[in-house]
């Protein structure tokens, strides 16, 4: 069982950042990929950036590359979603999600653990 926990959400101006993490519960030496996927409201969840376990692969959804950066800790088993120039169309509850193999997914049912969400709020 794996157990992920988020932080670093919160409320931000327009064009300001926030980092959020997202730390595993128990250390392994199997390769994981992670991602992050958020949700608005009265919309569907929908995949934001993934990373391979090496750290050496990354994937954004459009709406967001250029302004978002994936990066992982796997002495720390932490991954971080670096957001810059926030628009208030970011607005959502972001979740990072775990599954177990190397390369990352751009789907939610790929992964099999999610963290319990963060919400971000971008004041226009």
């Known amino acids: 069982q794996v157990q992920l926990v988020e932080s670093g959400g919160g409320l931000v101006q327009a064009g300001g950042s926030l980092r959020l993490s997202c730390a595993a519960s128990?250390?392994?030496?199997?390769?994981?990929?992670m991602g992050w996927f958020r949700q608005a409201p009265g919309k569907e969840r929908e995949f934001v950036a993934s990373i391979s376990w090496s750290g050496g692969s990354t994937h954004y959804a459009d709406s967001v590359k250029g302004r978002f950066a994936i990066s992982r800790d796997n002495a720390k088993n932490t991954v971080y979603l670096q957001m810059n120039s926030l628009k208030p169309e970011d607005t959502a509850v972001y979740s990072c999600?775990?599954?177990?193999?190397?390369?990352?997914?751009?789907?939610?049912?790929?992964?099999?653990?999610w963290g319990q969400g963060t919400q971000v709020t971008v004041s226009s």
């Open positions: 128990r250390r392994t030496f199997r390769p994981y990929a």
């Open positions: 999600a775990f599954r177990w193999g190397e390369y990352y997914s751009t789907e939610a049912y790929d992964y099999g653990y």
